[in-house]
């Protein structure tokens, strides 16, 4: 659709737009699988090839960042009551690291940043796993901070599992997803706004509901298909 709008292409016939196929029970049930790794902290998760399109350099900063300034709050709690601070919040906040779940040629590289930016010891990397739905289930939130997505997907998972989307709204399928409610979780390519989303989510949860990823079910998608015999038989 961007590409038509870009290049003002006028089309006789309406446009049928029919999303790739999830299965909700299918995710769910293998989100139940036990993972290799201990998990004893809070964590926000990425799931996808680290590669530059995906800009896991931006979300490392910006992850930087949010450390910085929950580090920051905590000084300040210091001088002010508990019940001001909201201390115990803070500290969980504290607690929160970034797992990056894929393997791909930047690995190497987003490790070494890691290291530079003082937060190596908050980012786990696991490597490709066959089933990343238990990594996403554990999350506190998945984020997805590609320029280009053909669709992102990734988000209807994290959405069928209760996990809490947090996206930039680049170029491509994002914004199928992340509309209505959904777009107090969406972000701009600024570190710091991306920092605060963090905090602004964790405490204040978008309700997910299920008509959040109905489009992309078994039985959406199937009448889409219907609908679009019915047009052409017509």
Avoid: C, W
Avoid at 47 to 53: I, N, P
């Amino acid at each position: 659709m961007e590409s038509l709008e870009r290049y003002n292409v006028k089309l006789k016939e309406p446009i049928h737009v029919i999303y790739n196929l999830l299965n909700p029970e299918l995710i769910r049930d293998k989100a139940e699988a036990a993972i290799d790794e201990k998990f004893d902290f809070p964590y926000i998760v990425h799931v996808g090839r680290l590669h530059s399109v995906k800009s896991q350099d931006f979300l490392l900063r910006s992850f930087a960042e949010f450390k910085n300034i929950i580090s920051h709050k905590l000084k300040e709690s210091g001088a002010i009551t508990e019940k001001e601070s909201n201390v115990s919040n803070l500290t969980e906040l504290n607690k929160l690291k970034l797992v990056f779940v894929g393997d791909g040629p930047l690995k190497e590289e987003l490790k070494s940043l890691a290291e530079n930016l003082k937060i190596s010891n908050d980012v786990v990397f696991v490597g490709n796993k066959s089933n990343p739905y238990p990594y996403i289930k554990g999350a506190q939130a998945l984020t997805l901070t590609s320029k280009m997505e053909g669709m992102g997907l990734v988000l209807v998972e994290a959405l069928i599992l209760h996990v809490q989307p947090i996206a930039v709204l680049g170029k491509g399928g994002i914004k199928d997803i992340m509309h209505g409610e959904l777009l107090k979780n969406t972000i701009r390519f600024d570190e710091k706004d991306y920092a605060n989303k963090i905090i602004e989510v964790l405490n204040n949860p978008t309700q997910i509901t299920a008509q959040m990823y109905e489009p992309f079910t078994p039985k959406a998608v199937v009448k889409k298909f219907e609908e679009l015999a019915n047009y052409q038989g017509k």
